[in-house]
Protein backbone atom coordinates (compact mmCIF):
# COMPACT_ATOMS: atom_id res chain seq x y z
CA UNK A 1 0.00 0.00 0.00
CA UNK A 2 1.24 3.62 -0.89
CA UNK A 3 2.23 5.85 2.09
CA UNK A 4 2.01 9.75 2.30
CA UNK A 5 2.70 11.87 4.92
CA UNK A 6 2.98 8.81 6.85
CA UNK A 7 -0.37 7.70 6.06
CA UNK A 8 -1.38 4.71 3.99
CA UNK A 9 -3.17 5.41 0.85
CA UNK A 10 -6.44 3.78 0.34
CA UNK A 11 -7.71 5.31 -3.21
CA UNK A 12 -5.73 8.54 -4.86
CA UNK A 13 -7.89 9.73 -8.27
CA UNK A 14 -5.55 12.01 -10.50
CA UNK A 15 -7.15 14.29 -13.36
CA UNK A 16 -10.56 12.14 -13.35
CA UNK A 17 -12.48 12.79 -16.22
CA UNK A 18 -15.84 10.76 -17.36
CA UNK A 19 -17.41 12.20 -20.64
CA UNK A 20 -21.15 11.04 -22.54
CA UNK A 21 -22.15 11.61 -25.29
CA UNK A 22 -25.70 12.51 -25.36
CA UNK A 23 -27.89 10.69 -27.98
CA UNK A 24 -24.55 9.03 -29.80
CA UNK A 25 -25.82 5.56 -28.42
CA UNK A 26 -28.24 3.94 -25.69
CA UNK A 27 -31.19 3.17 -28.07
CA UNK A 28 -31.65 -0.10 -26.22
CA UNK A 29 -30.85 -2.46 -28.84
CA UNK A 30 -28.27 -2.64 -31.81
CA UNK A 31 -31.65 -2.07 -34.44
CA UNK A 32 -32.51 1.02 -32.62
CA UNK A 33 -29.10 2.78 -32.46
CA UNK A 34 -28.91 2.19 -36.42
CA UNK A 35 -32.52 3.43 -37.23
CA UNK A 36 -31.53 6.69 -34.90
CA UNK A 37 -28.05 6.76 -37.18
CA UNK A 38 -29.59 6.36 -40.49
CA UNK A 39 -32.09 9.16 -39.90
CA UNK A 40 -29.38 11.81 -38.30
CA UNK A 41 -27.89 10.93 -41.99
CA UNK A 42 -30.81 11.80 -43.77
CA UNK A 43 -31.67 14.68 -41.91
CA UNK A 44 -34.74 12.97 -40.52
CA UNK A 45 -36.27 13.38 -37.04
CA UNK A 46 -34.81 10.41 -34.53
CA UNK A 47 -37.72 7.44 -34.22
CA UNK A 48 -36.66 6.77 -30.91
CA UNK A 49 -36.27 9.94 -29.41
CA UNK A 50 -39.76 10.79 -27.76
CA UNK A 51 -41.84 13.99 -29.21
CA UNK A 52 -40.95 17.01 -27.55
CA UNK A 53 -37.21 16.17 -26.79
CA UNK A 54 -34.84 18.80 -27.57
CA UNK A 55 -33.27 17.33 -30.85
CA UNK A 56 -30.18 20.16 -29.85
CA UNK A 57 -28.74 17.81 -27.36
CA UNK A 58 -27.94 15.15 -30.17
CA UNK A 59 -23.95 14.88 -30.67
CA UNK A 60 -23.92 17.11 -27.61
CA UNK A 61 -21.27 15.72 -24.20
CA UNK A 62 -21.85 15.90 -21.40
CA UNK A 63 -19.11 15.89 -18.48
CA UNK A 64 -20.52 13.70 -15.53
CA UNK A 65 -17.29 14.61 -13.92
CA UNK A 66 -14.67 17.47 -14.88
CA UNK A 67 -11.12 16.77 -12.85
CA UNK A 68 -11.76 14.99 -9.93
CA UNK A 69 -8.28 14.98 -7.46
CA UNK A 70 -8.85 12.77 -4.07
CA UNK A 71 -6.63 11.07 -1.46
CA UNK A 72 -8.20 9.33 0.46
CA UNK A 73 -6.30 7.13 3.31
CA UNK A 74 -6.28 3.78 4.84
CA UNK A 75 -9.19 3.82 7.90
CA UNK A 76 -10.94 6.80 6.66
CA UNK A 77 -14.42 7.38 6.48
CA UNK A 78 -15.32 9.85 3.63
CA UNK A 79 -18.74 11.38 3.00
CA UNK A 80 -19.35 12.58 -0.05
CA UNK A 81 -22.21 14.96 -0.13
CA UNK A 82 -23.66 17.16 -3.22
CA UNK A 83 -26.90 17.49 -5.37
CA UNK A 84 -28.63 15.16 -7.57
CA UNK A 85 -26.26 15.15 -10.92
CA UNK A 86 -23.05 16.21 -9.38
CA UNK A 87 -21.50 13.03 -10.29
CA UNK A 88 -20.98 11.20 -7.25
CA UNK A 89 -22.77 8.05 -7.91
CA UNK A 90 -20.61 8.18 -11.44
CA UNK A 91 -17.40 8.59 -9.73
CA UNK A 92 -18.32 5.91 -7.58
CA UNK A 93 -18.93 3.23 -10.58
CA UNK A 94 -15.76 4.40 -11.45
CA UNK A 95 -13.71 2.90 -8.36
CA UNK A 96 -16.13 -0.38 -8.50
CA UNK A 97 -14.68 -0.67 -11.92
CA UNK A 98 -18.14 -0.76 -13.27
CA UNK A 99 -16.93 2.17 -16.21
CA UNK A 100 -13.83 3.36 -17.28
CA UNK A 101 -13.09 7.14 -17.10
CA UNK A 102 -12.31 9.01 -20.05
CA UNK A 103 -9.17 10.34 -18.48
CA UNK A 104 -7.20 10.26 -15.61
CA UNK A 105 -5.83 7.62 -13.13
CA UNK A 106 -7.68 5.53 -10.74
CA UNK A 107 -5.05 4.28 -8.09
CA UNK A 108 -6.93 1.61 -5.63
CA UNK A 109 -4.80 -0.36 -2.60
CA UNK A 110 -7.04 -3.12 -1.83
CA UNK A 111 -10.43 -4.90 -2.35
CA UNK A 112 -13.68 -3.78 -2.78
CA UNK A 113 -17.33 -4.52 -1.34
CA UNK A 114 -19.60 -1.88 -3.05
CA UNK A 115 -23.14 -1.55 -2.64
CA UNK A 116 -24.40 1.05 -5.42
CA UNK A 117 -27.85 0.60 -5.52
CA UNK A 118 -30.23 -2.21 -4.11
CA UNK A 119 -28.83 -5.83 -5.14
CA UNK A 120 -25.96 -4.41 -6.99
CA UNK A 121 -24.38 -8.17 -7.98
CA UNK A 122 -27.20 -9.93 -7.02
CA UNK A 123 -28.93 -12.77 -9.23
CA UNK A 124 -32.37 -12.79 -8.71
CA UNK A 125 -32.97 -16.54 -8.98
CA UNK A 126 -30.50 -17.59 -6.78
CA UNK A 127 -31.02 -17.93 -2.93
CA UNK A 128 -29.35 -15.21 -0.41
CA UNK A 129 -26.85 -17.99 0.91
CA UNK A 130 -25.70 -18.90 -2.93
CA UNK A 131 -25.58 -14.54 -3.68
CA UNK A 132 -23.36 -14.85 -0.31
CA UNK A 133 -21.15 -17.35 -1.89
CA UNK A 134 -20.89 -15.55 -5.22
CA UNK A 135 -20.02 -11.80 -3.68
CA UNK A 136 -17.24 -13.34 -1.64
CA UNK A 137 -15.66 -15.41 -4.59
CA UNK A 138 -15.97 -12.30 -6.41
CA UNK A 139 -13.86 -10.94 -3.95
CA UNK A 140 -10.84 -13.09 -4.16
CA UNK A 141 -12.03 -15.78 -0.97
CA UNK A 142 -12.30 -19.20 -0.68
CA UNK A 143 -15.18 -21.46 0.51
CA UNK A 144 -13.36 -21.89 3.70
CA UNK A 145 -12.83 -17.99 4.56
CA UNK A 146 -16.61 -17.38 3.03
CA UNK A 147 -17.85 -20.63 5.42
CA UNK A 148 -16.23 -18.85 8.33
CA UNK A 149 -18.49 -15.73 7.51
CA UNK A 150 -21.72 -17.09 7.16
CA UNK A 151 -23.01 -16.81 10.73
CA UNK A 152 -22.20 -13.50 10.77
CA UNK A 153 -23.65 -12.47 7.97
CA UNK A 154 -26.78 -14.39 8.23
CA UNK A 155 -27.29 -13.18 11.69
CA UNK A 156 -26.96 -9.73 10.80
CA UNK A 157 -28.98 -9.21 7.86
CA UNK A 158 -32.07 -10.40 9.51
CA UNK A 159 -33.42 -12.73 6.97
CA UNK A 160 -32.39 -16.17 8.29
CA UNK A 161 -35.98 -17.40 7.75
CA UNK A 162 -35.38 -16.72 3.99
CA UNK A 163 -31.99 -17.32 3.35
CA UNK A 164 -32.59 -20.61 1.23
CA UNK A 165 -35.15 -18.80 -0.67
CA UNK A 166 -34.35 -16.85 -3.91
CA UNK A 167 -33.85 -13.14 -3.57
CA UNK A 168 -36.32 -12.09 -6.21
CA UNK A 169 -38.72 -12.82 -4.05
CA UNK A 170 -37.33 -10.74 -0.97
CA UNK A 171 -38.72 -7.55 -0.38
CA UNK A 172 -36.59 -3.78 -0.96
CA UNK A 173 -35.99 -4.03 2.62
CA UNK A 174 -34.76 -7.63 2.80
CA UNK A 175 -32.42 -6.65 -0.65
CA UNK A 176 -30.84 -3.64 1.47
CA UNK A 177 -30.09 -5.78 4.85
CA UNK A 178 -28.47 -8.98 2.99
CA UNK A 179 -26.84 -7.47 0.42
CA UNK A 180 -25.24 -4.66 3.58
CA UNK A 181 -24.70 -7.78 5.25
CA UNK A 182 -22.57 -8.91 2.43
CA UNK A 183 -20.47 -6.24 2.36
CA UNK A 184 -19.99 -5.38 5.92
CA UNK A 185 -18.36 -8.89 6.47
CA UNK A 186 -16.41 -10.13 3.87
CA UNK A 187 -13.15 -9.87 3.45
CA UNK A 188 -12.32 -6.28 1.91
CA UNK A 189 -10.01 -3.39 2.97
CA UNK A 190 -12.68 -0.40 1.39
CA UNK A 191 -15.97 -0.39 1.51
CA UNK A 192 -18.17 1.98 -1.16
CA UNK A 193 -21.49 2.50 -0.27
CA UNK A 194 -24.26 4.63 -2.11
CA UNK A 195 -27.35 5.79 -0.23
CA UNK A 196 -27.98 2.11 1.30
CA UNK A 197 -29.88 3.74 4.07
CA UNK A 198 -32.59 4.69 2.12
CA UNK A 199 -34.74 1.71 2.48
CA UNK A 200 -34.76 -0.18 5.88
CA UNK A 201 -36.26 0.36 9.21
CA UNK A 202 -35.08 2.65 11.99
CA UNK A 203 -33.39 -0.23 14.09
CA UNK A 204 -31.39 -1.43 10.83
CA UNK A 205 -30.27 1.97 10.09
CA UNK A 206 -28.78 2.26 13.13
CA UNK A 207 -26.77 -0.93 13.46
CA UNK A 208 -24.84 -0.31 9.94
CA UNK A 209 -24.14 2.80 10.51
CA UNK A 210 -22.52 1.80 13.73
CA UNK A 211 -21.03 -1.45 11.79
CA UNK A 212 -19.37 1.26 9.47
CA UNK A 213 -18.24 3.72 12.13
CA UNK A 214 -16.41 0.11 13.53
CA UNK A 215 -15.57 -1.34 9.91
CA UNK A 216 -13.46 2.38 9.75
CA UNK A 217 -12.74 3.02 13.58
CA UNK A 218 -11.64 -0.87 14.82
CA UNK A 219 -10.68 -2.44 11.38
CA UNK A 220 -9.09 0.22 10.00
CA UNK A 221 -11.02 -0.84 6.98
CA UNK A 222 -12.08 2.24 4.12
CA UNK A 223 -15.60 3.72 4.12
CA UNK A 224 -17.18 6.12 1.37
CA UNK A 225 -20.45 7.23 1.83
CA UNK A 226 -22.56 9.04 -0.05
CA UNK A 227 -26.22 9.94 1.17
CA UNK A 228 -28.39 12.72 1.53
CA UNK A 229 -29.26 11.92 5.38
CA UNK A 230 -26.88 15.34 6.74
CA UNK A 231 -27.49 13.15 10.20
CA UNK A 232 -25.69 10.19 9.04
CA UNK A 233 -23.31 11.51 7.38
CA UNK A 234 -22.23 13.93 10.19
CA UNK A 235 -22.60 10.20 12.75
CA UNK A 236 -20.05 8.43 10.49
CA UNK A 237 -17.86 10.28 8.66
CA UNK A 238 -14.02 11.70 9.49
CA UNK A 239 -14.15 13.91 6.90
CA UNK A 240 -15.90 14.96 4.01
CA UNK A 241 -16.59 16.16 0.33
CA UNK A 242 -18.85 18.34 -1.58
CA UNK A 243 -19.75 17.95 -5.37
CA UNK A 244 -21.08 20.04 -7.96
CA UNK A 245 -21.32 19.51 -11.68
CA UNK A 246 -18.64 16.85 -11.94
CA UNK A 247 -15.79 18.68 -9.93
CA UNK A 248 -15.15 18.36 -5.83
CA UNK A 249 -15.48 22.39 -4.53
CA UNK A 250 -15.06 21.47 -0.97
CA UNK A 251 -13.11 18.43 1.15
CA UNK A 252 -12.41 19.13 4.64
CA UNK A 253 -14.53 18.91 8.01
CA UNK A 254 -17.65 17.59 8.02
CA UNK A 255 -19.48 20.51 9.17
CA UNK A 256 -18.24 22.69 7.27
CA UNK A 257 -18.85 20.19 3.66
CA UNK A 258 -22.81 19.96 5.25
CA UNK A 259 -23.26 24.13 5.44
CA UNK A 260 -21.81 24.44 2.11
CA UNK A 261 -23.96 22.20 0.38
CA UNK A 262 -27.04 23.42 2.22
CA UNK A 263 -26.14 27.18 1.50
CA UNK A 264 -25.65 25.77 -2.29
CA UNK A 265 -28.64 23.85 -2.43
CA UNK A 266 -30.49 26.73 -0.84
CA UNK A 267 -29.60 29.51 -2.97
CA UNK A 268 -32.43 30.51 -4.22
CA UNK A 269 -33.90 31.91 -0.47
CA UNK A 270 -33.64 35.04 0.21
CA UNK A 271 -34.31 36.40 3.27
CA UNK A 272 -36.55 39.41 1.55
CA UNK A 273 -38.58 37.10 0.12
CA UNK A 274 -41.98 36.99 2.09
CA UNK A 275 -44.48 36.34 -0.52
CA UNK A 276 -44.71 32.89 -2.33
CA UNK A 277 -46.93 32.46 -5.68
CA UNK A 278 -47.03 28.65 -5.08
CA UNK A 279 -49.71 27.72 -8.09
CA UNK A 280 -46.98 26.08 -10.04
CA UNK A 281 -44.54 25.51 -6.70
CA UNK A 282 -41.61 22.96 -7.81
CA UNK A 283 -41.83 21.64 -4.31
CA UNK A 284 -45.19 20.71 -4.35
CA UNK A 285 -45.22 16.53 -3.98
CA UNK A 286 -46.38 15.05 -7.31
CA UNK A 287 -48.26 11.92 -5.65
CA UNK A 288 -51.10 13.96 -4.26
CA UNK A 289 -53.70 14.68 -6.78
CA UNK A 290 -54.23 18.08 -6.17
CA UNK A 291 -58.08 18.45 -5.47
CA UNK A 292 -56.81 20.47 -2.28
CA UNK A 293 -53.52 22.84 -3.01
CA UNK A 294 -52.46 25.95 -1.61
CA UNK A 295 -51.61 28.62 -4.10
CA UNK A 296 -50.42 31.62 -2.04
CA UNK A 297 -48.54 32.08 1.24
CA UNK A 298 -47.05 35.26 2.96
CA UNK A 299 -45.36 35.82 5.75
CA UNK A 300 -47.86 38.54 7.63
CA UNK A 301 -46.08 41.16 10.06
CA UNK A 302 -42.72 40.46 8.37
CA UNK A 303 -40.50 42.90 6.03
CA UNK A 304 -38.05 40.02 5.85
CA UNK A 305 -37.93 35.78 6.69
CA UNK A 306 -35.20 36.99 9.97
CA UNK A 307 -37.21 36.35 13.01
CA UNK A 308 -36.12 37.15 16.52
CA UNK A 309 -35.88 33.77 18.32
CA UNK A 310 -39.28 33.68 20.65
CA UNK A 311 -41.71 35.21 17.56
CA UNK A 312 -44.58 34.00 16.74
CA UNK A 313 -45.08 32.59 12.70
CA UNK A 314 -48.06 34.35 11.40
CA UNK A 315 -49.40 33.11 7.98
CA UNK A 316 -52.06 34.08 5.23
CA UNK A 317 -52.82 31.06 3.25
CA UNK A 318 -55.09 30.91 -0.03
CA UNK A 319 -56.57 27.19 -0.12
CA UNK A 320 -58.35 26.13 -2.88
CA UNK A 321 -60.56 22.54 -3.29
CA UNK A 322 -61.52 20.89 -6.86
CA UNK A 323 -63.79 18.29 -4.12
CA UNK A 324 -65.98 18.72 -1.25
CA UNK A 325 -64.06 18.14 1.93
CA UNK A 326 -65.53 17.87 5.34
CA UNK A 327 -63.19 18.82 7.47
CA UNK A 328 -59.58 20.00 5.63
CA UNK A 329 -56.57 19.49 8.22
CA UNK A 330 -53.40 21.23 8.27
CA UNK A 331 -49.91 20.10 9.19
CA UNK A 332 -47.21 22.23 9.90
CA UNK A 333 -43.30 20.35 9.82
CA UNK A 334 -40.14 22.38 10.97
CA UNK A 335 -36.87 21.25 9.65
CA UNK A 336 -33.67 22.27 10.45
CA UNK A 337 -31.78 23.62 6.89
CA UNK A 338 -30.09 20.00 6.70
CA UNK A 339 -33.75 18.35 7.01
CA UNK A 340 -33.26 17.08 10.34
CA UNK A 341 -36.42 17.12 12.12
CA UNK A 342 -37.06 19.86 14.67
CA UNK A 343 -41.02 19.84 15.43
CA UNK A 344 -44.35 19.80 14.53
CA UNK A 345 -47.67 21.33 14.72
CA UNK A 346 -49.54 18.26 14.50
CA UNK A 347 -53.63 19.61 13.25
CA UNK A 348 -55.39 22.48 12.80
CA UNK A 349 -59.17 22.21 11.48
CA UNK A 350 -59.10 24.67 8.61
CA UNK A 351 -62.93 23.86 8.30
CA UNK A 352 -65.18 22.49 5.70
CA UNK A 353 -64.67 23.41 1.55
CA UNK A 354 -66.63 22.83 -1.45
CA UNK A 355 -65.80 22.02 -4.61
CA UNK A 356 -64.53 25.00 -6.79
CA UNK A 357 -63.43 26.84 -3.58
CA UNK A 358 -60.90 29.41 -2.80
CA UNK A 359 -60.60 30.40 0.54
CA UNK A 360 -57.77 32.85 2.70
CA UNK A 361 -56.69 32.09 5.82
CA UNK A 362 -54.57 33.14 9.14
CA UNK A 363 -52.56 30.70 10.59
CA UNK A 364 -49.90 31.56 13.60
CA UNK A 365 -48.09 29.40 15.81
CA UNK A 366 -45.51 29.72 17.88
CA UNK A 367 -42.49 27.70 17.36
CA UNK A 368 -40.79 28.35 20.87
CA UNK A 369 -37.01 27.38 21.62
CA UNK A 370 -35.59 27.50 18.40
CA UNK A 371 -31.45 28.38 18.13
CA UNK A 372 -30.31 30.50 15.29
CA UNK A 373 -30.11 29.02 12.40
CA UNK A 374 -32.26 28.73 9.32
CA UNK A 375 -35.29 26.39 8.83
CA UNK A 376 -37.57 25.18 6.31
CA UNK A 377 -41.10 24.55 6.74
CA UNK A 378 -42.99 21.98 5.28
CA UNK A 379 -46.98 22.08 5.04
CA UNK A 380 -49.32 19.10 4.46
CA UNK A 381 -53.22 19.19 4.11
CA UNK A 382 -54.79 15.87 5.12
CA UNK A 383 -58.39 15.06 5.68
CA UNK A 384 -59.18 11.70 8.22
CA UNK A 385 -61.62 9.24 7.74
CA UNK A 386 -63.85 7.64 10.55
CA UNK A 387 -61.46 5.72 11.46
CA UNK A 388 -59.03 8.62 12.19
CA UNK A 389 -56.78 6.87 9.06
CA UNK A 390 -55.26 10.24 7.51
CA UNK A 391 -54.90 10.71 3.95
CA UNK A 392 -52.43 13.46 2.24
CA UNK A 393 -54.16 15.86 -0.23
CA UNK A 394 -51.38 18.99 -0.46
CA UNK A 395 -47.96 18.49 0.26
CA UNK A 396 -45.11 21.12 0.09
CA UNK A 397 -42.05 20.22 0.63
CA UNK A 398 -40.81 22.85 1.86
CA UNK A 399 -43.06 25.85 1.88
CA UNK A 400 -40.28 28.54 2.60
CA UNK A 401 -37.62 29.12 4.71
CA UNK A 402 -37.04 31.19 7.86
CA UNK A 403 -34.28 32.16 9.65
CA UNK A 404 -34.02 32.60 13.13
CA UNK A 405 -31.20 35.28 14.71
CA UNK A 406 -30.84 36.37 18.30
CA UNK A 407 -27.17 37.04 19.89
CA UNK A 408 -26.06 34.59 22.20
CA UNK A 409 -24.04 34.31 25.57
CA UNK A 410 -22.68 31.02 23.84
CA UNK A 411 -22.14 29.62 20.37
CA UNK A 412 -24.32 26.96 19.86
CA UNK A 413 -23.37 23.40 19.07
CA UNK A 414 -26.38 22.28 17.17
CA UNK A 415 -24.40 19.01 15.63
CA UNK A 416 -24.33 17.93 19.45
CA UNK A 417 -26.41 19.77 21.11
CA UNK A 418 -30.12 20.09 18.77
CA UNK A 419 -32.31 22.95 17.68
CA UNK A 420 -34.27 23.78 20.17
CA UNK A 421 -32.88 25.73 23.92
CA UNK A 422 -35.04 24.83 27.19
CA UNK A 423 -35.95 27.39 29.55
CA UNK A 424 -33.39 27.94 32.15
CA UNK A 425 -33.73 25.28 34.96
CA UNK A 426 -34.92 26.25 38.68
CA UNK A 427 -32.09 25.57 41.55
CA UNK A 428 -32.58 25.42 45.15
CA UNK A 429 -31.50 23.41 48.36
CA UNK A 430 -32.33 19.85 48.50
CA UNK A 431 -32.02 17.78 51.80
CA UNK A 432 -31.20 13.75 50.69
CA UNK A 433 -32.28 12.72 54.40
CA UNK A 434 -35.87 14.93 54.01
CA UNK A 435 -36.09 14.12 50.49
CA UNK A 436 -37.71 17.41 49.68
CA UNK A 437 -36.47 21.09 49.87
Known amino acids: MCKEQNREVAIRLSGIKKKYKLGQIGGGTLTADLQSWWARVRGKEDPNVAIGVDQ ?150 KKCLDKMRDAAKKDGRTVLYVSHNMNTIRRLCDRCIVMDKGKIIFQGDVDDAIEIYMNSSHSAWSENQTEFDLRESDCRSPYTDGNARITYLKLLGKDSALFPAGDALRLGLRVETKRVYKDLKLRIEVRYSDDSPVGTMPCVSLGRFSAGESRELEVSF ?24 SFDQELLLPAFYFEVQEREEIVWNQANWGHIRFPQAAVKPWNAEKGCS
Do not use: W
Open 56 to 205: RLIGQTFMALNGIDLTVYKGEALGIIGGNGAGKSTMLKLLCRVTAPTEGEIDIYGRIASMLEVGTGFNGEMTGRENIYMNGTILGMTKAEIDAKMEDIIEFSEVRDFIDTPVKRYSSGMFVKLAFSVAAHLDSEIMIMDEVLAVGDMAFQ
Open 366 to 389: LPQGLTNGRFRVDMVLFETDDFGN
